[in-house]
């Protein structure tokens, strides 16, 4: 690199060629998802900001772009490093970057909308790592102005990234339920509402599959929340878990067709937690419809999505039929009474031989 003695004495465009070198590298660290280089990418972005704070920004739109991916990046770094300092450092980031680029001229070209909006998201994002009553009501204002510059593109008929509202909307929900006290129906309400945007596209692209299992993993956890939490409104309990059973079969059938196609591991881990969730709801609401629900999920004689060897699956399912036989058992004579001892029977039957059914199949995924 040259000292900074000569680059001052350098026309702009040379300067800021250091500057794209050093964005480069740290682009490049910081892709490889390793925490070990997170400093070293800090740096990587340090200088160049250092050269690009020293361009004529003022009076160039151009320079001025470029100091704002500068901002994020280093915002971006400071957010995963993930320290109490780092992440009040990771909140000034992105105000510098948002001051910039509500300078630059909006409406003449669509992505300084979008990379403003973005850096309101990733500000939300710094904040809500902080993990404090106060920062999670910060971080969800940071998401209020970032769809307000959503809608203003919208309006000025600018082009919008069809990710960037339903990531939104995702983060959202996700910090509705963390803040102070929880806000379960609207969580509910904001996941569906991205489930909705990225349900067309979600056999299709990555992006939209996370965001759609993201989704219903929120509004499971928001019914979760919702039953556990008195008064529990009965008249409508029923109605969140069967919502909340449809999403887990739905996740079922979206990762088995994306198993085809080799399917991201964190896939795999929301799979298995969605379906954690449809066993816990059932098992404590529903034991009765428990054997029907996991028949669908894991015998493939009754069109089960699942392709791979899911022996973890299986097993949690056991578990959740053997305790669903417990519960039925001990609640039966008190729950249903005497008169109604037959259908308890005849539950606790479909239970014994779903037990055997998925026991086989595991045996069988087990052998192939």
């Known amino acids: 690199m040259p000292p900074p003695s000569d680059l001052q004495a350098d026309s702009p465009d040379n300067r800021n060629a250091v500057a794209k070198v050093w964005m480069k590298r740290g682009i490049a660290l910081l892709s490889a998802n390793n925490p070990a280089v997170l400093p070293e990418a800090l740096n990587c972005f340090d200088q160049a900001l250092a050269i690009r704070r020293e361009l004529p920004f003022e009076e160039s739109a ?72 106060e920062s999670l009501h910060a971080a969800l204002l940071s998401l209020d102005h970032a769809n307000t510059v959503i809608e203003e593109s919208v309006t000025a008929k600018l082009p919008v990234n069809a990710a960037l509202l339903p990531t939104l909307l995702i983060n959202r929900a996700a ?36 965001i759609g299992l993201k989704a219903r993993h929120i509004f499971c956890r928001a019914v979760a929340m919702l039953l556990e939490t008195p008064p529990v409104d009965t008249s409508r309990a029923d109605d969140w878990i069967i919502q909340a059973t449809d ?32 066993c816990n709801l059932l098992l404590a ?70 037990t055997e059914r998925i026991k086989k199949r595991a045996e069988q995924a087990l052998a192939g």
């Open 175 to 210: 910090l509705l339920l963390e803040i102070t006290p929880p806000r379960m129906l609207e969580a509910m309400q904001v996941a569906e509402e991205a489930l909705i945007l990225c349900q067309p596209t979600e056999h299709l692209t990555l992006q939209a599959a996370e």
């Open 285 to 354: 609401y529903q034991p009765h419809f428990m054997a029907e629900f996991l028949l669908d999920v894991l015998d493939p004689e009754q069109g089960s999505p699942l392709l791979a060897k899911t022996d973890d699956l299986y097993q949690v399912g056991l578990e959740a039929l053997n305790l669903a036989a417990v519960e039925l058992r001990r609640r039966g004579p008190l729950d249903l009474g005497l008169q109604k001892m037959d259908r308890l029977i005849e539950v606790l039957e479909s239970l014994s031989q779903a």
């Open 62 to 133: 151009w320079f001025r772009w470029l100091l704002t991916a500068c901002w994020m990046n280093l915002g971006d770094v400071q957010t995963r490093m993930g320290n109490p300092a780092d992440l009040t450092a990771a909140v000034q980031s992105f105000d510098e970057a948002i001051s910039h680029l509500q300078k630059l001229p909006l409406e003449e070209d669509s992505q300084y909308r979008g990379r403003l909006a973005l850096a309101w998201m990733n500000r939300s994002l710094a904040l809500r790592a902080q993990e404090t009553p």
């Open 247 to 278: 999403k887990v079969d739905e996740a079922m059938h979206l990762t088995a067709r994306w198993e085809r196609q080799g399917m991201p591991e964190h896939f795999r881990a929301l799979r298995h937690e969605l379906f954690r969730y449809g």
